[in-house]
């Protein structure tokens, strides 16, 4: 059974009314039901396109949560074989939030390592619908330590609503564990290459998705919050989550923009869990070109490249061009604030406008 | 209690533009959220914003906290690089820039960072304080800057980064620039520990979110204020998730000192002292 959102409503008839055309028609289709199987799709392509010529953030976060969306599991059966998994923090517990083990991917050694969300009712309790726990994070740390002693590569698949708040969890220091994995991520000494899968839901989802290269899925999210939680905050009012969507710039267009990531693996038409197979190959092949551009650095350079990376997030282009101690001498006490230059607004530029105007008024006027 | 000399002759001082009290915007009188006591605030800035009633330590500019910690109450300020402001060109009911100019103005900081550089007990020391009053000492790109800044500014001058953390966490209002700084602080941290210089956080109240899931908990040793909320989800969220009324002293100080997550509860008047002792066992390590 298939799951619709709102906005694909018109698709599901059409989908329904395939599969019957399919289903009469088993061995020996009739040239009729080819064609308007053939329009139905058409049909279904057109919808799609158009709904995608507008898509919202908030269609888009829909879509990122979608349940039929691969999970980090289906990544794992189509892209890693040989996978041994690995479980337990070895100090209190295992935590099925976050899946993780060796593996062969393309032929190489691998650490993978995801947040797991599960795919049906009881998948997704066991699963604990994707939110880690200490105990999820202790473990991640455990298996990037291994991979680093074993000098294999990490790739690391984000799909979580958020790190679980729970009193347990706060118990065992659920920051003090996603601050360590964070620094985990920070200090390895081999490649991790990380993809957003779906949801990038905070802090829980920096603690493993931090690497050399980020990719990120067209309709995937990233956000320090939930539009949800954003708008009961700032709006007092849950209503407001499409309004929250679109201020809080959370999709992989945005975080391309400000070099969050490293590159967007587009999605089939309608979104991945429309085709499921295309969107994993695609999503293996970028993995395999990014680690391969990673293959001539090692230990300590990889380590200081990541660290480089992080570093230059939100300067580019933003900053200040003197950043050093001249800086501080010429910065006024409590610094300057610097805003784009919007030369358009600037009130030489507007009165010059003014005055070209009148001029061109006059000369039109008297002539 | 004299009513005339505690509330009028600085009402006249400040009519005669007498000198600025060290909290910009605040009242007078402020009321102990523990113990309900109205407090003089010029009796409070004495008494380093802790309750002379019920030992609350409430919120304290950082300013104020350095004059305090350093010796002779002399610190040199340090600027941090200016980002851009509002990357999103956030707008929920207000605006972001109104919301942000409005805190720079009240608290007189560039964010919610205040670098400090001086001498505690003979000890050259960079320090970190955060001020709860600059928009929920959320962390902003800048905010991250300023711990790059003064880890770097630690590690060139060879001396020990304290910082004071008190914030509500993660500035959403920069959603993605603000969620990159968690990373970012986090190598700013590691900038210290790997010139081997100590890197000491002091939790006070409140320290949640993004902040305790970053740089707040990488401490080499970590020391807390008493009965400071110190936690990564807030009670709130937590209480929705649970559906059960947590504890009493769920998240405080003592309970995190209990549960392995911090090495020791100190008053805020003990905190130079203890401080200084430590940084002398780190620093000055030769007989």
């Known amino acids: 059974m298939q799951t619709y959102l709102d906005f694909e409503k018109p698709i599901e008839e059409l989908d329904l009314k395939i599969i019957e055309l399919k289903e009469q028609n088993l061995e020996y289709p009739s040239e009729e039901t080819i064609t308007q199987i053939a329009e139905a799709e058409q049909l279904i392509k057109n919808i799609y396109k158009k709904i995608f010529s507008t898509i919202t953030p908030w269609q888009k976060t829909q879509i990122s949560r979608h349940p039929e969306r691969p999970k980090t599991q289906d990544y794992i059966d189509n892209l890693i074989t040989d996978f041994f998994e690995l479980a337990g923090d070895r100090s209190f517990a295992e935590d099925k939030a976050i899946t993780g083990g060796f593996g062969r991917f393309r032929g190489q050694s691998v650490l993978v390592l995801g947040h797991e969300k599960g795919h049906d009712t009881n998948s997704r309790i066991k699963h604990n619908f994707g939110m880690p726990k200490p105990e999820g994070y202790r473990k991640a740390i455990r298996l990037m330590k291994l991979a680093e002693q074993f000098d294999m590569p990490v790739i690391s698949f984000v799909d979580t609503p958020g790190a679980y708040p729970g009193l347990g969890a706060e118990q065992r220091g659920q920051g003090d564990a996603i601050a360590k994995a964070t620094e985990c991520c920070l200090s390895l000494g081999v490649p991790i290459i990380v993809v957003i899968i779906g949801e990038g839901g905070s802090g829980g989802a920096v603690a493993i998705g931090t690497g050399n290269n980020v990719l990120m899925l067209e309709n995937s999210i990233y956000s320090v919050i939930s539009p949800e939680g954003c708008s009961s905050i700032l709006w007092k009012d849950s209503s407001k989550a499409p309004e929250a969507a679109e201020a809080l710039k959370l999709t992989a267009a945005d975080m391309l923009k400000v070099d969050v990531i490293d590159k967007i693996i587009p999605e089939p038409l309608g979104g991945g869990h429309r085709n499921r197979s295309k969107v994993i190959e695609d999503t293996g092949n970028a993995i395999e070109e990014y680690l391969k551009a990673l293959s001539n650095q090692h230990g300590n350079e990889l380590k200081h490249s990541r660290q480089e990376r992080y570093l230059q997030i939100g300067r580019n282009g933003l900053f200040s061009e003197k950043t050093s101690a001249a800086n501080e001498a010429l910065d006024s006490k409590f610094g300057k604030i610097r805003e784009p230059k919007n030369f358009i607004k600037h009130p030489v530029f507007i009165g010059l406008i003014a005055i070209i105007g009148i001029a061109a008024l006059g000369f039109y006027w008297f002539n | ?287």
Request: net charge positive; aromatic share 8%; charged share 25%.
């Open chain 2, 1 to 287: 209690m004299n009513w005339i000399t505690k509330f009028v002759k600085p009402k006249l001082k400040s009519l005669l533009g007498g000198k600025k009290s060290l909290e910009i915007g605040e009242e007078a009188w402020v009321k102990c959220k523990q113990c309900q006591t109205m407090l003089y605030s010029e009796d409070l800035e004495k008494n380093l914003y802790v309750c002379p009633h019920c030992d609350l330590h409430l919120h304290i500019h950082p300013r104020l906290r350095m004059k305090h910690l350093f010796d002779e109450g002399a610190f040199k300020e340090i600027s941090y690089p200016t980002v851009q402001l509002d990357p999103l060109n956030f707008k929920d009911k207000t605006s972001y820039k109104d919301k942000f100019k409005e805190a720079q103005r009240k608290t007189e900081m560039q964010d919610a960072f205040l670098i400090g550089f001086g001498k505690i007990q003979g000890i050259t020391t960079t320090v970190i304080g955060m001020n709860f009053k600059f928009m929920g000492g959320s962390l902003s790109s800048a905010g991250a800057e300023a711990m790059v800044k003064a880890a770097e500014h630690a590690v060139a001058n060879n001396t020990a980064l304290v910082i004071f953390t008190a914030s509500g966490g993660a500035r959403m209002q920069e959603n993605q620039m603000s969620l990159q700084a968690l990373p970012k602080t986090t190598i700013a941290v590691q900038m210290v520990k790997d010139a081997k210089l100590p890197y000491i956080v002091v939790l006070t109240d409140p320290t949640t979110g993004g902040v305790t899931a970053s740089f707040a908990m990488l401490g080499d040793v970590a020391i807390a204020e008493p009965k400071a909320l110190i936690g990564f989800a807030g009670p709130r969220v937590i209480q929705n998730t649970v559906g059960e009324t947590l504890p009493d002293g769920f998240q405080r100080s003592e309970f995190l000192l209990d549960h392995g997550f911090i090495d020791q509860i100190v008053h805020r008047k003990d905190l130079k002292t203890k401080l200084a002792q430590l940084l002398s066992l780190l620093l000055k390590r030769a007989a």
